[in-house]
């Protein structure tokens, strides 16, 4: 063999092994790939429609209430009012979270939606270990506040005080104001009023829109021994809170992340009204919070409201009105006497009072009006701000059965529970149900047609 033809079969022979090597080594990975294949029971396509992957999320959160039916309105500077029915989602900012395998296979159908509150709300604090037993908790007592049949175990709590805005007509329709015991209402800056809804025998599942605090707010609340709810407030007024030892102060801007991130459980931003209108909180999870801080119960309440039998159909009046000039059109408080139910159905800015949510008009059993000084609140970083006077002595109006009765209110201090008190200096007798405590200022324009009270 020559010396070339012989170089030409060696480099071929040289070839044909590298191709072996090469082939061989292909051959071992499809055959380590085939056996890892072989590990899973079927290879099958991932349709288009179903993706799998992880995300990561918070510790798995409680179930959300639904997002609204219907979607938000866009923002502006007047939001529309909160439709009958309309839903408050809570949300809540994610907490370092754990990885979640999504399943690789269509979406199940969707679940009804769940509902806003759980109808069974957070468990009952149990009684204080040197309290009454729970047996005893169920026995019906007058209720402290609104003199109806109430288990001994609501009337023996503290009352939720919780401010409530009423700004028009970005708050309005409010929600919860019906199970109230009482209502305070009064002006905020600029002749803008707020109420601050009290609830001691029964609770609303939600209410809202939940506001901001004002120093006098603070001082009925006090004397009250209230769990004091709002968000935020004055200066003066936030500053004074946490002096006051008889108030459990919950505050939504102590926990508030963002203005979509409440920070807490029991508070939650509706999606249907824009920001700061929209803030409602759920009195169930309130009371659980307050007993988990241990201030369930303060014993026996520290304000009673007295209480005296409705007069009977045939001797009450066949009409009658209340008018309440707090500032302009927009706050304009009028009371009808309805004489077969023996209440008041109210209006606002010449509409009547709905609740929000069910679409009932708000109508009480006694009207109270106090006639209060107010002067300029030079303590405040707030424009506008007054000081609403909540303590010493002043005129009080009590309206009930359709008469009125001439009398006095009376706080000796801020940690004193407001007196109401007939000419004689007795507390005056109110109706059983609910009552609207209307503080006007000095001076404004207060006018009704009731008959005198013998």
Do not use: C
């Not at 029971?41 to 409680?62: C, E, H, K, N, Y």
């Not at 009804?112 to 468990?123: A, M």
């Not at 709590?157 to 019906?178: H, S």
């Not at 407001?418 to 207060?446: C, F, H, K, M, S």
């Amino acid at each position: 063999m020559s010396r070339p033809t012989y170089r030409r079969a060696v480099l071929f022979s040289l070839s044909a092994l590298l191709l072996l090597i090469v082939a061989s080594a292909a051959a071992r990975e499809v055959t380590r790939r085939v056996g890892q294949v072989g590990l899973r029971p079927t290879l099958t396509p991932v349709r288009p429609a179903a993706v799998a992957t992880a995300v990561i999320v918070a510790d798995p959160p409680a179930a959300r209430p639904p997002v609204a039916s219907s979607p938000p309105p866009a923002r502006s500077t007047e939001a529309p009012a909160t439709p009958a029915g309309a839903e408050v989602v809570p949300r809540t900012r994610p907490a370092p979270g754990i990885a979640v395998a999504m399943a690789t296979q269509a979406p199940a159908p969707q679940e009804p939606p769940t509902p806003l509150i759980p109808p069974d709300g957070p468990p009952a604090p149990p009684a204080p270990p040197d309290g009454p037993p729970l047996a005893a908790l169920a026995e019906l007592v007058a209720g402290p506040l609104d003199g109806l049949p109430t288990p001994r175990g609501a009337a023996l709590r503290r009352p939720l005080a919780i401010m409530v805005e009423n700004y028009a007509p970005d708050a309005r329709p409010q929600t919860g104001l019906l199970p109230a015991s009482v209502v305070f209402e009064t002006i905020a800056e600029f002749g803008v009023t707020r109420f601050m809804a009290v609830y001691q025998e029964h609770d609303a599942p939600l209410v809202g829109p939940v506001r901001s605090a004002r120093v006098y707010y603070d001082h009925w609340a006090e004397g009250l021994r209230a769990i004091f709810v709002h968000a935020g407030g004055n200066s003066d007024a936030v500053a004074e809170l946490w002096t006051l030892p008889n108030l459990t102060n919950i505050d939504e801007i102590a926990t508030q992340r963002s203005l979509d991130d409440t920070g807490a459980p029991y508070f939650a931003r509706s999606p249907a009204r824009s920001a700061p209108h929209n803030l409602y909180t759920y009195p169930p999870l309130l009371r659980a919070e307050a007993a988990a801080q241990g201030q369930w119960t303060v014993g026996e309440p520290p304000w009673r409201l007295a209480h005296k039998a409705e007069t009977p159909l045939a001797q009450r009046p066949a009409g009658g009105a209340i008018d309440i000039a707090f500032s302009g059109p927009a706050y304009a408080v009028h009371y009808d006497y309805d004489r077969a139910t023996n209440t008041y159905p109210r209006l606002m800015a010449g509409q009547a009072h709905l609740d929000a949510v069910s679409g009932v008009r708000i109508a009480l059993k006694n009207v109270v009006l106090l006639i209060a000084g107010v002067t300029p609140d030079s303590s405040s970083d707030t424009l506008g701000s007054v000081v609403v006077q909540s303590e010493g002595v002043g005129t009080a109006y009590y309206f009930s059965d359709g008469t009125v009765r001439r009398g006095l209110w009376r706080k000796d201090g801020v940690g004193e529970q407001l007196q109401l008190l007939d000419r004689a200096g007795n507390p005056a007798p109110l109706n059983p149900g609910q009552t609207w405590i209307e503080v006007a200022p000095q001076g404004n324009a207060v006018s009704w047609d009731a008959r005198q009270a013998p």
